[in-house]
Nanobody, 123 residues
């Protein structure tokens, strides 16, 4: 399993932006499919965004399409989630995940998870 550490969460007002970072400890992002999931209180964890190991394919959950952008930096072994036009319903704990998938949005495909970072958006 890979070690993943998320950062960049915090408080934000609706309409503003935040950028989350997921840092690996070696060559994680260049050898794994990477994704962001989130879990709001009382709800199941849901897929937010994913990027395959070649960086040639990206996928987004319907609720964030057009607002969030996933990217990576192999030299820093990091994956980012740029979150723009934030909404109160984006409030959740955001998790970074690594694995090898046939479909980026399938949670069970990922075998390494970070501890999560809280994002709270106020109206």
């Amino acid at each position: 399993q890979e070690q993943l550490v998320e950062s960049g969460g915090g408080f934000a007002q609706a309409g503003s932006s935040l950028r989350l970072t997921c840092a690996g400890t070696g060559r994680t992002v260049l050898s794994h499919d990477m994704a962001w999931f989130r879990q709001a209180p009382g709800k199941e964890r849901e897929f937010v965004a994913g990027i395959d190991w070649t960086a040639g394919k990206k996928d987004y959950g319907d609720s964030v399409k057009g607002r969030f952008t996933i990217s990576r930096d192999g030299a820093k072994d990091s994956v980012y989630l740029q979150m723009d036009h934030l909404r109160p319903e984006d409030t959740a704990v955001y998790y970074c995940a690594a694995g090898w998938t046939e479909s980026l949005e399938v949670e069970s495909s990922y075998n390494s998870w970070g501890q999560g970072t809280q994002v709270t958006v106020s109206s």
